[in-house]
Structures are given as structure tokens and as C-alpha cells.
Nanobody, 123 residues
Framework: QLQLVESGGGLVQPGGSLRLSCAASGFTLNDYAIGWFRQAPGKEREGVSCIRSSGGSTYYLDSVKGRFIISRDNAKNTVYLQMNGLKPDDTAVYYC????????????????WGQGTQVTVSS
């Protein structure tokens, strides 16, 4: 069974940090780009970051540039999203998704999705 599982979400104060993990099972991530998306209540799902299958190229939503870092460890079949300097506007359910090789900002072109992990930034 092909599956992506996110973990690492939680409640954090503004300015704090969290590291999200996206672990794959049933397939290897080597040939897949991984995107992180988020969806806040009443808002559309938006692309936050993406890393190509080779790991050589990464992409970020403008509002998270300089605060979030995406990385991958193919040996562990896992992609990470390090989130620093968190703001209340970052509060959302975060999802990871996979597609072959190349990143895209469109959620519609991703093949597999995790169940999501809640991130809440609040004092």
C-alpha cells in the first residue's frame, strides 16, 4: 500500500520552530518530488514548499522564504520541512504530496497525499 504519513505538527508560540516529517511507505521517494501544502480554515489549499526528486532544486512560498527549509533523506525515505520563526498566519493543516520528478504549485497534479498534520501557532 502506497502511503505518505506526516508527523511533527503541534502547538507552538509565535517565533517558535517545528520540524515536519513526511515518511513514505510502499514506494521509494527517490524518483518523486515532494510538495508541502497547507490549508487553513475557510481558505484554499496553498503550496508552501517543494523539493525535486534529485533534491537539487527547492521552492518556497514567498511568505515562508527565509523561515522554512525543505530537505530530503532518501535513505530514510523521508522529507522534512523545518519551520522557524513561526507566525499565527502559519496555522493550518499541513500535507505532503508526491509526484514524479518535478515540482508543481498545483495540488491537482500530485498523485499521493498524506493525511495531514495540524500546526497551530498561538500564544
Amino acid at each position: 500500500q502506497l502511503q505518505l504519513v506526516e508527523s511533527g505538527g503541534g502547538l507552538v508560540q509565535p517565533g517558535g520552530s517545528l520540524r515536519l516529517s513526511c515518511a513514505a511507505s510502499g514506494f521509494t521517494l527517490n524518483d518523486y518530488a515532494i510538495g508541502w501544502f497547507r490549508q487553513a480554515p475557510g481558505k484554499e489549499r496553498e503550496g508552501v514548499s517543494c523539493i525535486r526528486s534529485s533534491g537539487g532544486s527547492t521552492y518556497y512560498l514567498d511568505s515562508v522564504k527565509g523561515r522554512f527549509i525543505i530537505s530530503r533523506d532518501n535513505a530514510k525515505n523521508t522529507v522534512y520541512l523545518q519551520m522557524n520563526g513561526l507566525k499565527p498566519d502559519d496555522t493550518a493543516v499541513y500535507y505532503c504530496a508526491s509526484r514524479r520528478y518535478l515540482c508543481s504549485g498545483s495540488a491537482a497534479v500530485y498523485d499521493y497525499w498524506g493525511q495531514g498534520t495540524q500546526v497551530t501557532v498561538s500564544s
